[in-house]
C-alpha cells in the first residue's frame, strides 16, 4: 500500500465523536483504582462494613464499567489507532499484519458470537462476586487487610469480562443480541442485590470480624442497613441504564442493521450464483 493511499485511507476512517470522553472515563476507572487501595479509604474499608461494601461494589461494578466503556485497547497497542475499513460482508479490509490482537478478537466475535464464551463470563463474574461476599472473604479481609492486593484485580478482571458482553468497546461489540443483554445485566444485579439482601435481613452479624459496640461507631443494624442501600444503589445505577438502552434499541428496531446489510449480500450473491449470466430475470 503506497502512502498516498495510507493518507487516502486515514482521511475515510470514521473519527470517534466519544474519543475524549473514553479517555475520561478511563482515567477515572483509574483514579478509583488507586484511591481505593491506599489510605485512607482503604482503611476506612477495614473499619467499617458499609466502607468495605462500597469498596467492593467500586471494584466489582464501577471501575470495571468505567474501564469498559473507556475502550483503553488503542491507548495500549492491542488495537489500531484507527477503526478498519469493512467490506460488505463486515471483514476488515486492512492487512492482517496491521491489525492489533483486540481488532482480529473483534472480527471473530461478530462472525462466530458464540454464546457459551458469554456464558462463560457470566459465570466467572457470578462467582467472582459471590465468593468476595462470603463471611469468610470479607472476615479475611477484615483481618488481613493485605488480600485486597487479591481481591481488587480478580473482581476488576471478571467484571471487565462481563462488561464486554454488555456495552461497546470499540474496536470490539457484545455477541449478544439486545434481549440477551438485558437478561444478562438484570441477572447480574439481581445477583448483586441477593447478596445484600443477606446481609439486610441478618438479625447477628453476617461479618463476625467487624465489632460493633453499643455506645461506639455504627450499631450493628446501621452498618448492615448502609451495606445492603449501598450495594443496591451502585449496582442499580450501574446495570439499569443498560437494560432500559439495549430494551429501547430493541423495540425501536428489533432487526440488527450490520446482520441485514449481510443477509441482503448474501442473498443478492446467492441469486446471481443461481441465474447465472445469460439467465432470464423476473
Do not use: K
Not at 475515510?12 to 472515563?25: A, E, I, N, Y
Not at 477503526?83 to 479490509?93: M, N, Q
Not at 465468593?131 to 488481613?144: E, F, K, N, Q, Y
Request: with cysteine.
Amino acid at each position: 500500500m503506497t502512502p498516498g493511499a495510507d493518507s487516502d485511507r486515514s482521511q475515510r476512517q470514521p473519527h470517534d465523536p466519544h474519543g475524549v470522553f473514553r479517555r475520561v472515563l478511563l482515567a477515572v476507572a483509574g483514579l478509583l483504582l488507586v484511591v481505593w487501595l491506599v489510605p485512607p479509604l482503604a482503611d476506612l474499608a477495614r473499619r467499617y462494613e458499609f466502607v468495605e461494601g462500597l469498596q467492593f461494589s467500586f471494584f466489582a461494578i464501577v471501575i470495571p464499567a468505567l474501564a469498559v466503556l473507556g475502550a483503553p485497547w488503542a491507548a495500549v497497542r492491542l488495537a489500531s489507532p484507527q477503526p478498519p475499513e469493512l467490506d460488505d460482508d463486515g471483514r476488515p479490509l486492512d492487512p492482517p499484519g496491521t491489525m492489533g490482537p483486540i481488532d482480529r478478537l473483534a472480527e471473530g466475535r461478530r462472525h462466530h458470537p458464540e454464546p457459551l464464551r458469554t456464558a462463560g463470563f457470566a459465570c466467572l463474574y457470578l462467582a467472582g462476586v459471590i465468593i468476595w461476599r462470603t463471611p469468610l472473604a470479607v472476615d479475611g479481609l477484615r483481618s488481613h487487610p493485605w488480600l485486597v492486593a487479591l481481591e481488587a484485580p480478580l473482581l476488576v478482571v471478571v467484571g471487565v469480562g462481563l462488561w464486554l458482553e454488555l456495552v461497546e468497546s470499540p474496536p470490539l461489540t457484545p455477541r449478544l443480541s439486545r434481549p440477551a443483554r438485558v437478561a444478562l445485566a438484570a441477572i447480574s444485579m439481581w445477583a448483586v442485590w441477593i447478596l445484600a439482601y443477606f446481609v439486610g435481613l441478618s438479625h447477628g452479624s453476617w461479618y463476625q470480624a467487624y465489632p460493633h459496640h453499643a455506645g461506639t461507631g455504627f450499631s450493628l443494624s446501621a452498618d448492615q442497613q448502609l451495606t445492603t442501600g449501598i450495594m443496591w444503589f451502585v449496582s442499580a445505577c450501574a446495570f439499569i441504564p443498560v437494560v432500559y438502552w439495549n430494551l429501547i434499541r430493541w423495540l425501536q428496531s428489533e432487526e440488527n442493521p450490520d446482520e441485514g446489510l449481510r443477509h441482503l449480500v448474501r442473498q443478492e450473491r446467492i441469486r446471481g450464483r443461481t441465474l447465472g449470466p445469460g439467465s432470464p430475470t423476473s
